[in-house]
């Protein structure tokens, strides 16, 4: 059983990346963080939180960097389907488990002292290429400034 998921928190803690080889080229690619979604509501002194709840989260197809750009404490929004898991403890007890298989993973910019974006590369004929230096675009003539006349002595 699954439902549509949003859901904002905070990552509680480290990433955990992991590769699972499959009979394909590519490694099937694991992301998996531990969010606490919670529920403030304002109050006088600031915020209270009702309702919240721990969660682990899932991002299929995860690159492999990514393991470095989530951060414990960071707040993201996640977005995708909660799914119920029955499964057993180790007494034979039965249990129920949530847990988010994410779509999407946005990280929001609360705390953020810098971002810094990678080069784009460019693929030419099937090949990577390195980033071309960018260029500012021509600016269309009625949006330059006048050329100033010359003055008359």
Known sequence: MSTRFNGE????STPDYREFTSGNDEPRRLLRLN???DNPVPTRDGYDDRGGFWA???????????????????RVLVEGRMLREEWED???????????????????????????LSPKNQE?????????PETRPKQP???????????KE
Do not use: H
Not at 9 to 12: A, F, K, P, S, T
Not at 91 to 115: C, G, M, Q
């Open 9 to 12: 928190g905070n990552i509680g």
């Open 35 to 37: 969010v606490y979604f």
């Open 56 to 74: 682990p989260v899932e991002l299929w197809n995860a690159e492999p960097d990514w393991a470095k750009l989530y951060q414990k404490g960071m």
């Open 90 to 116: 180790a007494e034979e007890n039965e249990r129920v488990t949530f847990k988010v298989d994410a779509r999407r993973i946005a990280i929001l910019p609360y705390r953020i002292e810098s971002i810094r």
């Open 124 to 132: 030419i004929d099937g090949q990577t290429q390195p980033a071309q």
């Open 141 to 151: 003539a009625s949006a330059r400034e006048p050329k100033s006349a010359k003055a």
